[in-house]
């Protein structure tokens, strides 16, 4: 599904991916895990086209086609979704507008039917169920006001809007309680089927309790310098993350 | 009478019988004009707002007519509107049958004299010469009374409507009480066709304890004058809360002036939706002259074409006024290259337990924002009228009379072409 070759990219003329590999096939979950500032959030969003970054080099291949041919809305309705760390606050566009003409955006796209107001409303009301959001965030602007955790929860939600083929998902814990995490973890292991791949981007090792992935990948200083199974997030949750990169300073990068 | 005016469109708009009553108030404002000139942009007050293209205009009486209201009728206020055409009562096109009983909605030009305080609202300075043309020669317009303690369950429709087939001058006069402890909450739309000056002037007196919501709808045709005066007095407790909404106009002006007694609490919104060569100005003044006020202004502009927007605020804390809290923030969006905003903050504040704040940002959208909505697959152009569209639709969502709010959105969308979007909330 998604074929990553030696990818590098910059921001402000500063290299930050300095040759990526990545393999996924539909079915997958692949988490990417490293110290901060370890290129991490970028790999994502290059992936999902953000303008700050610059690709220098490499290729990607989604479902065999060249990625950086499409333009991020492109990109968006092609299936790649990436639920950000940070998520923008849009006032003024009420939460359930937006998300009804981004559902229908990508109907139109695929050439299903798109739904009017009173369809979109029994749709989303039970997609709000499944991340136990509060119908008031509905009707409330964008992202506006919401709490770092109630932002998460409406990236959730978009993803379980638009049922993307490749998610992405950076930095999920971050501001939520263990409560909402496990909400949210279980609603994502709820979306994902065998022609879906997942990339969990994250720093601390506690949500792949929830999520867990295939395949782990220790990335840091632009570069992945290990890939395991599952196992080596237990490893990183008792030992940190020196060890890799010293093994790794020290030749053993594979 | 002769007066010694320089500006020959002064001298033209005075030109006409002085109307009967009020001779004390008219006479007064004469005087103030024999000795002035429109302002030109050496004017610090007027220094981005150039009136040449009006002065060299002239503009006659306005006469009676007839229009079509339907399209402007409010479900909610079907019975309890006033109509103006062309600064004239329009009785026909009025229905006031849903008015609560002892609430007095009706044209001035069927009031005595005696019986309110016309022009008594204070003010620190000079009034202004658009506010001292329409108190020379206002004909008509409305009074609102509304009696001590009355919560009024249905909103008024003030309509102003002009249609001119030659240039004429127009000047509206509305004059609003509320007495201690009432409520209200009002609608006042200005329409038009064709090439108007229009200058009205809207009185308020908030009562102690009093709460009056007002919002104001300027859709003046793209060829009309609109310069505005607005003075609000908000007694002890009172609580003042205006929004103003600019869509129309070649080139339009209002100018606000409230002042705040003791723990009273105002909120002055404006928005200003502008392309072509439209010009919006706006000069508010909020005087915190007792303790414990709060204020509130949230004031944002779109500006596409070769629009301009002109934002002053200026807010003034008297020495004893310790405990205010003056908030303002001033948000304008450029569409265009060729778009101008000047904003000006103006912050005088004499008591030392204060605390005021203000912000005032000139941009175009964030680049974050527009990504943002890409990345959920609306293209470019989509997410841009989407986030313009939210700027605007930010100001307007908080309109309590729904279906005000509804038609001020498809028009807010029409306008930042939105509207390909379906519907939005």
Partial sequence: MLSIKNLTASINGTPVLKGIDLEMKAGEIHAIMGPNGSGKSTLGKVLVGHPAYAVTGGEVLFEGKNLFDLEPDARARAGIFMGFQHPIEVPGVSNASFLRLAYNKKAEAEGRDELDPLEFDDFIHEKIKLVAMKEEFLDRSLNEGFSGGEKKRNEILQMAVLEPKLAILDELDSGLDIDALRVLGDAVNRLQRPDRALLVITHFPRILETIQPQYVHVLSGGRILKSAGKELAIELEERGYDWVLEEAAAGGLR | ?425
């Fill in chain 2, 1 to 425: 009478m002769t007066l010694a005016l320089t500006s020959s469109l002064l001298a033209d708009l005075l030109g006409g019988a002085r109307p009967a009553e009020w001779e004390a108030l008219r006479l007064g404002a004469e005087g103030r004009l024999a000795g002035r000139d429109l302002p030109t942009t050496a004017d610090e007050d007027w220094k981005y707002t150039d009136l040449k293209a009006l002065a060299s205009l002239s503009f006659g009486q306005a006469p009676r007519a007839t229009v079509d209201i339907s399209g402007h009728l409010l479900p909610e206020m079907v019975g309890t509107r006033q109509v103006f055409v062309n600064g004239h009562h329009a009785p026909h096109a009025s229905c006031a049958s849903a008015v609560q009983a002892g609430v007095r909605f009706f044209p001035m030009s069927t009031a005595s004299e005696a019986c309110h305080a016309l022009g008594s609202v204070p003010d620190g300075g000079e009034p202004g010469l658009f506010e001292d043309l329409n108190t020379a020669r206002f004909e008509d317009g409305a009074v609102i009374l509304v009696p001590r303690n009355m919560r009024v369950a249905l909103p008024l429709h003030l309509l102003f409507i002009s249609k001119a087939e030659d240039p004429i001058a127009i000047f509206p006069r509305v004059l609003i009480v509320l007495e201690r402890g009432s409520e209200l909450e009002l609608v006042e739309e200005h329409h038009g066709e064709g090439t108007y000056l229009t200058c009205p002037v809207v009185e308020v007196r908030v009562g102690e304890g009093a709460l009056l919501r007002h919002e104001r709808v300027q859709r003046d045709s793209d060829e009309a004058f609109h310069f505005g005066t607005l003075k609000a007095e908000v007694a002890k407790g009172g609580q003042y809360h205006s929004r103003t909404l600019s869509f129309g106009a070649r080139i339009s002006r209002q100018q606000p002036w409230v002042r705040l007694a003791e723990g009273a609490d105002a909120s002055l919104d404006g928005l200003a939706l502008l392309d072509g060569h439209q010009v919006a100005d706006t000069h508010s003044f909020l005087l915190h002259a007792e303790p414990h006020a709060t204020s509130h202004q949230l004031h944002k502009c779109i500006v596409d074409g070769q629009a301009r927007a002109i934002f002053n605020g200026q807010i003034r804390v008297a020495p004893h006024a310790q405990g205010t809290d003056a908030r303002q923030q001033s948000r304008n969006l450029l569409l265009s290259e060729s778009a101008r905003m000047d904003t000006k903050p103006q912050l005088e504040i004499y008591a030392d337990d204060v605390k005021c704040s203000h912000g005032a940002t000139v941009g175009q959208l964030d680049p974050e924002e527009l990504f943002y909505l890409q990345s959920r697959g609306l293209n470019a152009d989509d997410a841009r009228n989407l986030l313009t569209y939210g700027f605007a639709g930010d100001v307007l969502n908080h309109i309590p009379v729904a279906s005000l709010r509804r038609s001020l959105r498809q028009l807010v969308m029409a306008r930042t072409q939105a509207d390909s979007l379906g519907e939005l909330s």
